[in-house]
Every structure is written in structure tokens, then in C-alpha cells.
């Protein structure tokens, strides 16, 4: 009958053994007190969350944090507050740039934040100044900039938002309209061109097309619906574009010649675009060559010469 040798459990095997008995019994005890107990009713509740049905409020209460019960209703109440101020007129232009920009924000979102910010940091500035003590240079630049700021930053943020979006449509628009021109003169339909487009290419080109495509499919006229394309985007191509496909099609033009036209004067537009950037560019480097390149190479080969002749007055001066 084999015997079991006690030697084998000493020494390194006996350390590995405790080791990895600690790491498991470490693991289960954390699993154990971190996990928490879900009854029956919490997981009818988050089943029906994922599915979007109402389940029972009070299985939604347990299951909503913190931040979901109190903080983010509270932060909501705040802002249509702030934005309840805000007139009409106001909100149609603000929904209008945010539909430009490509933003999925609610306008009354925006306008309270606009207000808040507008508010806040001229306060945050004041307390600023208040806090510091006497009043000097520094004090008054930070109320004048929490001033500004506190007024243009949303609007500098929208406006950004709107100019990258506009640029990178008008950039993505030669080559869709070189491909809608070799799809309509291929035979496919002006719907079918779209859709063509909208699955070669990606980004906001294309999901405004698709856009476009969903509300024909619901029965928009298709007229209507091209021309809504070029004014939510105002990009000046896409709306050059646009206005090109309604008239042609009032007028019983061929679309295809159309487009082959406006692809034509879109490429020689992007080109001196293109040119114009590349006679802009010497004028741009110029304050940083004199700002950073030429000091910093003055002071390369200017100054072994000083040290150099520092060393020799210094020298000649303490002979006798």
C-alpha cells in the first residue's frame, strides 16, 4: 500500500498551496459581500426596462440609483427653469443650429445651459474678486473675461460645432455626386442614387441622405424632402445641390447633366480652396518663425561666440 511522503508538502508546494487557498478564499468572500441579492421582482422590473415596458414603481424605485432618482431630475428641473425665460423665437433658432450642428440636444437642454453659464461664471467671478482682497489688474481681467465667456462660450461652441459639420459635408461632396452622376446615367432612379450613396460613403453626408431616404419612404413628396435636406444642413454645396435637383426636376431637366455640371464646378471649387489654403499657409508660419524658430536659433549660434569673447575680455582684463 503506498504511503504518503509528508516531505513533499514542505517548502516551496507548501507555500504555493496556502497561496493560492488565500486568493480563493479572498475571491469568494469579495464576491459574496459585493454582489447583491436580486429578488423576483428586481429582475421583472430590469427585464422590463430592457423591453421599455412599465413595470412596478416600486421595483423601478429599487432598481433607479442615486443619481437617476434625485440628482439628474433635480439638474432637469434647473435647466427648463433657466430656459423657461428663453422666447419662442429663440428656441426655433437654437433647434435650428443644433439640427445644423448634428447635435441630438433638446433646445430647452441648450438654452438652460446657455443661461447658467451666462449667469454662473460672471458669479464665480465676482466671488473671485471678492475673496481676493484688494482690488487690482488680475481681478479685473478675471471679471471681464468671466463677463465675455460666460457669454459667447455656448454660442462659439454651437457656431464650431456647426462650421466642422458644414465643412465636412461640402468635402464629402464631389465624390457623391461623381457616383449619383454614374448611377443615373447607369439607369438607376434619383432614389436609388441615394441610396447608393448613402452605402459607399459614411458620415454626416450620409446620414442626412438616409434621413431624406426614411421620410420619401414614408411618403414625403420627394421635392420636399430634397429641398429640407439643404436647409437643415446649411452647408452651401449640399444646398447648391438641392435647389439643383428641384429645379431640374420642375423644369423636366435631365438630372444627370445637371449633376455632372455642379460635380464639375465642385471639384474646381475644392481645388482653389485647396490653393487658397496653400498661399495662406507661408502667412501663417511667419509669427512663429519669428516668435519661435529664429530666437531659439540666434541663441544657437550666437552664443558660443558671446561666452567666447566674455572669456577673453574676462581674461585680458586680469592681465597686468
Not at 258 to 270: E, H, P, T, V, Y
Request: aromatic letters at 4%; charged letters at 20%.
Amino acid at each position: 500500500m503506498p504511503t504518503f511522503d509528508a516531505s513533499l508538502m514542505s517548502g516551496p508546494l507548501l507555500l504555493a498551496i496556502c497561496m493560492l487557498a488565500a486568493f480563493v478564499a479572498t475571491t469568494v468572500l469579495v464576491m459574496a459581500l459585493t454582489t447583491p441579492h436580486v429578488t423576483p421582482a428586481q429582475r421583472l422590473a430590469r427585464y422590463a426596462r430592457y423591453t421599455g415596458r412599465r413595470g412596478s414603481p416600486g421595483a423601478e424605485a429599487e432598481m433607479l440609483t442615486l443619481r437617476e432618482r434625485i440628482i439628474a431630475p433635480l439638474f432637469q428641473k434647473v435647466i427648463e427653469l433657466a430656459a423657461r425665460a428663453a422666447p419662442s423665437r429663440a428656441r426655433r433658432t437654437v433647434a435650428a443650429d443644433l439640427q445644423m450642428a448634428g447635435s441630438r440636444m433638446n433646445p430647452t437642454v441648450f438654452l438652460g445651459l446657455r443661461t447658467l453659464i451666462l449667469f454662473g461664471m460672471p458669479i464665480m467671478g465676482a466671488l473671485y474678486v471678492l475673496t481676493s482682497g484688494d482690488l487690482n489688474t488680475t481681478d479685473i481681467v478675471v471679471m471681464a473675461l468671466a463677463l465675455i465667456w460666460g457669454r459667447r462660450m455656448p454660442t462659439m461652441w454651437l457656431k464650431r460645432r456647426m462650421r466642422s459639420r458644414q465643412r465636412a459635408i461640402d468635402r464629402a461632396l464631389p465624390y457623391s455626386l461623381d457616383l449619383m452622376v454614374a448611377c443615373l446615367e447607369g439607369g438607376l432612379s434619383l432614389d436609388a442614387s441615394l441610396a447608393k450613396v448613402v452605402e459607399q460613403t459614411d458620415g454626416p453626408l450620409a446620414i442626412e441622405i438616409r434621413r431624406t431616404l426614411q421620410e420619401m419612404a414614408l411618403g414625403r413628396p420627394t421635392a420636399d424632402a430634397i429641398r429640407d435636406l439643404g436647409d437643415r444642413t446649411g452647408a452651401p454645396g449640399l444646398k447648391r445641390l438641392t435647389d439643383d435637383i428641384v429645379q431640374s426636376d420642375r423644369m423636366g431637366i435631365s438630372i444627370a447633366e445637371s449633376l455632372r455640371n455642379l460635380a464639375r464646378d465642385a471639384r474646381i471649387m475644392r481645388r482653389q480652396a485647396a490653393e487658397e489654403l496653400a498661399r495662406k499657409a507661408p502667412i501663417k508660419m511667419v509669427p512663429v518663425l519669428i516668435f519661435c524658430v529664429l530666437p531659439a536659433l540666434g541663441i544657437v549660434t550666437t552664443a558660443p561666440a558671446a561666452i567666447l569673447l566674455m572669456r577673453t575680455f574676462s581674461q585680458s582684463a586680469q592681465l597686468p
